[in-house]
């Protein structure tokens, strides 16, 4: 889950650009890091799990070759959710401010938003929209306010409240309903949101099956546990199946 976690605030934070609090927070976490140095030697162990960090959040640009057994750059966008998100970002504030109410609307969607929840979003929300705490206080988004976002950024929009419901593994049925709502707001129809949803399952498929394939041939024990994540949120055997073959095949992995 904290893998998933990890994969949507980066995404978000990507698509909603440099001003967002996840990049301030990671330039703050490189300066303390930097005075730290000054005074304090790292393990050997402290600086491989820095070095995985630093390439988790630029891995959407990379893809495994199989055949090579290397991590390769590409230049294009390799994925439907990908591709969405770099063509339709959200960087109008207003549009921020409604995924940003959106998001913490969903993190609500049981009644509460819990600690766990406050602290994920504390990373990719805009401080200068408010707090997750004082946008939990605001009234539901309304037609009139999904209506007046920017046309082309609606399915990003939607396509990441899907990725951020599903990313704890505990989709509830409160959720599904609010980003229905969301859709019909947005004036998403039922076809396309359906597209949003699958789009969002494979990203997030994609994400556990990169510790599955990390040698470069399936982990059988690490693929069980992606089939039960994939099961948690949503996603078909069919669907399960489709998203492997697409991501082997983008991997150069047989």
Known sequence: MKSLRRAVARAISDTVGTGVAGRVVRQAADATIVQKERSTSFSKAEVQAAIVSAFQSVQSRFQWNGAEATWVGVSEPTTAFAKRLAEAPVTERFDQGVLARALVELSAADGEVSDDERSFMADFL?????????LAQRPPLTA????????????????????????????ADAEVDRLGELAAGL????????????????????????????SGSRDTDGFALALEAATKMGIDQAAVEKFDAAYRKRCGIV
Do not use: H, K
């Open 126 to 134: 805009d401080p200068s929209l408010g707090t997750v705490d004082e």
């Open 144 to 171: 009139a306010d999904l209506g007046e976002t920017t046309e082309s950024v609606r399915g990003s929009i939607l396509l990441l409240g899907w990725a951020c419901a599903m990313s704890d593994e505990d989709l």
């Open 187 to 214: 004036g998403i129809d039922a076809d396309q949101a359906a597209d949003l949803r699958r789009d969002a399952q494979q990203f997030l498929f994609d994400q556990t099956l990169d510790s599955v394939y990390a």
